[in-house]
């Protein structure tokens, strides 16, 4: 078993490149030296391209559904998401440890410089009995893992897969649902967008410009972004959060994503 701090041998030829629809990026600048203005709802600046913005409106509503998780409300519930310090007490003491696989399947999983943690990351919630089985599972596609190493019960993150690019990852969540549905316990975390009924993941980019977590998906942008410092401390301290604060983050990661990341973030009927 190897360690996820080595780096996944990944093939080349198999590199995601940004969608080939000519965009004029958006002015990030512009962008953030009045995000909270009134003009605030046109968080795309006047100067990018249509399709840009129509594809932002359109993976943030998209994204705002899904983070409902609407295949997944049927399963059943993890008991022990109710309780955190019997919850993991009883998963570490289970014969199989915690543990990090480094997969090399280059079919199902593809990621920008062999970074794991740059591009789409799936969660499962799996009930202690059924560990083992999701586990051998998972080390037969030979995809990149983890198990219970940073999650806890409560979040539902029993088991975390790296996958990378959009597409890999659709493919990758109907694998697993299909074969190992009966095994999913109904995900806990709503900041993560549902792919398939009990796989839901998020959208994370390099630490150094991102934060670790956000919602509706995403790992939202960070300080170095907002010029400002403040526009981020008036998201999330002293001067409160609501919905349009929240609202105007989400769309202004997306946007970031998409300029930075193109079809490895997302690809839809728009840029087909």
């Given at each position: 078993m190897s360690s996820l701090s080595e780096s996944p041998k990944i093939d080349q030829e198999s590199e995601i490149k940004k969608d080939s629809i000519p965009i004029q990026r958006v002015s990030f600048e512009r962008l953030s030296q009045d995000c909270f203005g009134k003009e605030a709802v046109s968080f795309i600046v006047d100067e990018a391209e249509t399709n840009f913005r129509e594809r932002t409106l359109f993976i943030y509503n998209y994204f705002l559904e899904e983070s409902e998780h609407p295949r997944s409300q049927n399963l059943k519930i993890n008991p022990y998401s109710e309780d955190e310090d019997s919850g993991s007490a009883l998963y570490k003491s289970l014969e199989i440890e915690p543990y990090g696989y480094n997969g090399s399947n280059p079919e199902l999983q593809s990621h920008i410089d062999n970074n794991l943690n740059i591009g789409w990351k799936l969660h499962l919630n799996v009930l202690p009995e059924d560990v083992m089985v999701v586990s051998s599972f998972l080390k037969k596609l030979n995809v990149s893992h983890k198990y219970f190493r940073g999650g806890n019960t409560p979040d539902g993150k029993v088991f975390t897969v790296y996958i990378g690019s959009y597409e890999k990852t659709k493919e990758v969540s109907k694998l697993l649902s299909d074969n190992?549905?009966?095994?999913?316990?109904?995900?806990?975390?709503?900041?993560?967008?549902?792919?398939?009924?009990?796989?839901?993941?998020?959208?994370?980019?390099?630490?150094?410009?991102?934060?670790?977590?956000?919602?509706i998906g995403l790992s939202y942008l960070g300080k170095l972004f907002y010029r400002n410092q403040n526009n981020v401390e008036r998201l999330t301290g002293s001067f409160g959060f609501n919905a349009r604060k929240k609202e105007i983050w989400q769309k202004e990661t997306i946007a970031s994503f998409i300029d930075k990341y193109g079809n490895y973030f997302f690809k839809d009927n728009l840029t087909n």
């Open positions: 190992i549905r009966d095994l999913l316990c109904k995900p806990m975390d709503h900041a993560e967008i549902e792919f398939n009924a009990g796989v839901v993941g998020r959208f994370c980019g390099p630490k150094v410009e991102y934060r670790q977590y956000g919602s």
